[in-house]
Nanobody, 116 residues
Framework: QVQLVESGGGLVQPGGSLRLSCAGSGGISNYYRMAWYRQAPGKQRELVAVINNGGGTNYADSAKGRFTISRDNAKNTMYLQMNNLKPEETAIYYC??????????WGQGTQVTVSS
C-alpha cells in the first residue's frame, strides 16, 4: 500500500525557516509529478509548488523566491525548503503524488504555524 508521510512542520517565528519532507513508501521514482499543497483554516487547499520527475519545478506566486521544492528519488523523499515565512502561511501542508499508472496519493499533512 502506498503511503506518503510528511514531517518537519512546527512552530516558527515570522521570517524563520522550515524544511518539510515527504517520504514515499515503495519508492517515488514512479511518481511523475509531486507537489506540496497547503490549507489554512477556513480556506481552500492551494498549490504551493510542483516538481516533475525530470526536476522541472513550478511555484505559486506567493512562494517564488522563498520556497524551494526538490526530490531525491534515491532517498524516496521530496522536500520543501521554506524561508522567510509569514504568519499568513500558517496551514497544514500536504504532499501529493501522481503515479504513472494514474493514481493520485496524498499524505496526512503536517502543521506549520508561523507566529511570534
Amino acid at each position: 500500500q502506498v503511503q506518503l508521510v510528511e514531517s518537519g512542520g512546527g512552530l516558527v517565528q515570522p521570517g524563520g525557516s522550515l524544511r518539510l519532507s515527504c517520504a514515499g513508501s515503495g519508492g517515488i521514482s514512479n511518481y511523475y509529478r509531486m507537489a506540496w499543497y497547503r490549507q489554512a483554516p477556513g480556506k481552500q487547499r492551494e498549490l504551493v509548488a510542483v516538481i516533475n520527475n525530470g526536476g522541472g519545478t513550478n511555484y505559486a506566486d506567493s512562494a517564488k523566491g522563498r520556497f524551494t521544492i526538490s526530490r531525491d528519488n534515491a532517498k524516496n523523499t521530496m522536500y520543501l525548503q521554506m524561508n522567510n515565512l509569514k504568519p499568513e502561511e500558517t496551514a497544514i501542508y500536504y504532499c501529493q503524488a501522481n503515479h504513472v499508472i494514474g493514481f493520485t496519493y496524498w499524505g496526512q499533512g503536517t502543521q506549520v504555524t508561523v507566529s511570534s
